[in-house]
Every structure is written in structure tokens, then in C-alpha cells.
């Protein structure tokens, strides 16, 4: 089992910044990849970015240019630094880790809140 708990979340006006940070324990040997989604109210959630073990990324293309994932190994976490945000932005953040890369995520996190206003 692995276990995900996110922080970093908040109220920001519209072009400002944020950075989520998402801390794993457990059997982190087995996570290939970790990313983040988000589920903005009334909406399904979608998927937002992804780092692999070997440091590759990957965006959604809304937020390509604006967010940057990455990930400190020797901390066990992973981030999502967000600038110039806009209000389309608002939404809980849910961190998730997978096994396999590109196949499904295998565990979540608990979600935190991102509020821009305009």
C-alpha cells in the first residue's frame, strides 16, 4: 500500500502562484509514476500532469506553459508548481501514484483545494 497526503492548496487571485506538494510512504519501490488530476465542482475529474521515475513529464494542455511537475526522491514527494492561474484553475487536486506508467493510478490522495478568484 502506498499512501499520498497533499498540502499546498489555497485562495488566489487570478495570475498568481501556488505549489502542491505531495508526500508518499509505504511501498513507494513500487510507484512508477505519480502525477496529479483535479475535479473542479460539477465536473468529472481530469487528469493534469504526470513525472515518471526517470523524470520525465507530461501536461494536459490547458496547463502546459503555466504548470511545472516534479519530484525530490530523497524526500519522497512530488510537486505541482502552478503559475499565472487563472480562474478556470479552481478545483481539488488530487495527487495519485501508479505502478505501471500509462496504465491506471492505483492510489490517491486525499485532495486539496485550489481556489483562484478573478
Known amino acids: 500500500q502506498v499512501q499520498l497526503v497533499e498540502s499546498g492548496g489555497g485562495l488566489v487571485q487570478a495570475g498568481g502562484s501556488l505549489r502542491l506538494s505531495c508526500v508518499a510512504s509505504?511501498?513507494?519501490?513500487?510507484?512508477?509514476?505519480m502525477g496529479w488530476s483535479r475535479q473542479a465542482p460539477g465536473k468529472q475529474r481530469e487528469w493534469v500532469a504526470t513525472?515518471?521515475?526517470?523524470?520525465?513529464?507530461d501536461y494536459t494542455n490547458s496547463v502546459k506553459g503555466r504548470f511545472t511537475i516534479s519530484r525530490d526522491n530523497a524526500k519522497n514527494t512530488v510537486y505541482l508548481g502552478m503559475n499565472n492561474l487563472k480562474p478556470e484553475d479552481t478545483a481539488v487536486y488530487y495527487c495519485?501514484?501508479?505502478?505501471?506508467?500509462?496504465?491506471?493510478?492505483?492510489?490517491w490522495g486525499q485532495g486539496t483545494q485550489v481556489t483562484v478568484s478573478s
Open positions: 509505504g511501498s513507494i519501490d513500487s510507484i512508477n509514476a
Open positions: 513525472v515518471t521515475r526517470d523524470g520525465s513529464t
Open positions: 495519485s501514484a501508479a505502478r505501471v506508467v500509462a496504465i491506471r493510478w492505483d492510489y
